[in-house]
């Protein structure tokens, strides 16, 4: 089950909400369990007991850490273990076929992996109970002893399919005394129709433009075609997730939850480092915190620090895919990161904005390429055409077409891209305070009939983050 359904919409939602609002505050984290289990269920019946096992796994091993916690070498096992435990869950589930593969090829070997579909958000929900366990071992936090609340953690359905990654420190208080005020249930109203509006009306939209360059074979696509179809995934790949996530903000609001902003404007940004400062900031925030600076940080020596963060980043491109693609996208966007720490950020530091926001957004869209082709062939292909390498001339009638077809549609695109909107919605409030009362609610109720509309007929409606 995805947000951006009619089921999910008029159905489990409203559902939801009123047994939550009815019920008492004591049972609202086990109501918040059950229906979380039940949206997990949806779709994933037969995996949701791996997630239900690394919960009470988990669980368990945050008791047995803080029992053991003066016998330094038991809590050290219990720790070593729960992180065995899950890395290997993961690795088999998402890794296990990668693995095999290369190990055929690299060595002649034979061996018949089996096919298993990916368990829907293991990435995000195994990187919660780790971070807990690392926590609770680092005495960062209380152990969390109410199994229910500690489920509902875990388990939580907005966030549970594509995050944000949410760490235990940054909720343990709301598990336990939350509030819930129309105030807070309005702006989360908001922040879900906006994140809807985002995915359907933008995301999908422009998907369809994608899904049409992409399909045409490499030698029969122009330069600007190349170009245009990148420039389509990029807004798609973006509105997609961002809006994934701030739905999933907005309903955490609409249970009384506050989840960090996820995604803040990344392609008004003016390098590379900035950009992934702005982009999937939980990610980004739980690789620092406990990959990077564990390794040493920016605290060690240079050639250490690149050390660490070729480490970061090929897990960061691992983390998104058992394929050589996100390896290589990983690291492709860690040499940059790195190279701007060396002296390119001092040297765009000196440079009109433009020039560092032309850059990142060319390197932007060159690794956009690999993420999304899973052979590197297909990919360099792509890319040695958007470079006039082999491409079917600059431009032609089709080119024509399809910029014309999609230009209002990537103006909007752009604008949405910046805070313009959400500026001029708070200008508009601010300026014209009765008017404001009116129009703003009635935007968002144009917004939702829209994307209403457009899923009642809907034949594409993907979500790429899914498959992570």
């Known amino acids: 089950m995805v947000f951006s359904s009619l ?4 159905l489990f939602l409203p559902l939801t909400l009123v047994v939550y609002y009815v019920s008492p505050a004591g049972l609202r984290n086990a109501v918040l369990l059950f229906v979380s289990l039940v949206f997990y269920a949806w779709g994933e019946p037969v995996y949701i007991v791996i997630m239900v096992f690394s919960t009470l796994f988990d669980y368990a091993n945050g008791l047995l850490i803080d029992k053991y916690r003066n016998r330094k070498s038991i809590a050290r096992t219990i720790f070593i273990g729960s992180i065995v435990v899950n890395l290997g869950i993961l690795g088999f589930f ?65 966030q549970l399919v594509a995050g944000p990654i949410v760490k235990y420190g940054d909720i343990a208080h709301q598990l336990t005394a939350r509030s819930v005020t129309l105030d807070r249930f309005g702006e989360g109203a908001a922040l879900f129709v906006r994140g809807l509006a985002k995915k359907v009306l933008l995301a999908n939209n422009i998907g369809l433009l994608w899904a049409s360059v992409k399909a045409t074979p490499a030698d029969e696509l122009t330069v600007a075609s190349a170009w245009l179809g990148i420039i389509a995934f990029t807004f798609q790949i973006y509105f997609d997730f961002s809006g994934y996530s701030d739905m999933a903000r907005g309903l955490g609001k609409m249970f009384g ?3 960090m902003e996820n ?22 925030s739980w690789f620092r915190e406990y990959v990077y600076i564990p390794l040493g940080g920016n605290r060690v020596g240079m ?9 970061v980043w090929f897990l960061t491109g691992l983390w998104h895919g058992a394929s050589w693609n996100f390896i290589v996208w990983g690291l492709y966007f860690g040499f940059f990161v790195t190279v701007e720490k060396l002296f390119l950020l001092r040297w765009l530091q000196n440079k009109p904005g433009f020039v560092g926001h032309a850059y990142t957004l060319v390197i932007v869209l060159v690794g956009w390429v690999f993420f999304e082709f899973e052979k590197l062939s297909s990919a360099t292909a792509y ?36 805070p313009f909107p959400s500026k001029a919605l708070n200008r508009l409030t601010e300026r014209f305070q009765k008017t404001g009362v009116i129009a703003v609610p009635a935007v968002y109720f144009v917004l939702l009939f829209l994307s209403t509309a457009y899923l009642v007929n809907a034949t594409y409606n993907p979500f790429l983050y899914f498959r992570f």
């Open 7 to 10: 089921i999910f919409l008029f």
């Open 94 to 158: 998402k890794y296990y076929g990668f693995l095999v593969d290369n190990l055929n090829q690299l060595f002649g070997l034979s061996i018949q992996a089996a096919t298993l579909p990916l368990p829907v958000g293991i990435s995000f929900y195994t990187f919660q109970t780790m971070s807990y366990v690392v926590d609770v071992y680092r005495d960062k936090i209380q152990t969390q002893r109410n199994l229910l609340s500690f489920g509902a953690y875990i388990t939580m359905f907005p």
């Open 257 to 259: 939850f506050d989840f």
């Open 263 to 284: 995604f803040n404007y990344p392609y008004i940004s003016r390098s590379v480092t900035e950009f992934w400062r702005r982009w999937h900031i939980s990610l980004g």
């Open 303 to 311: 050639m250490n620090q690149f050390r660490n963060l070729l480490v």
């Open 383 to 418: 890319i040695g055409t958007m470079f006039g390498f082999g491409a079917h001339g600059l431009a032609d009638n089709r080119t024509w077409y399809e910029l014309s077809a999609n230009l209002l549609l990537l103006i909007v695109l752009a604008l949405c891209s910046t």
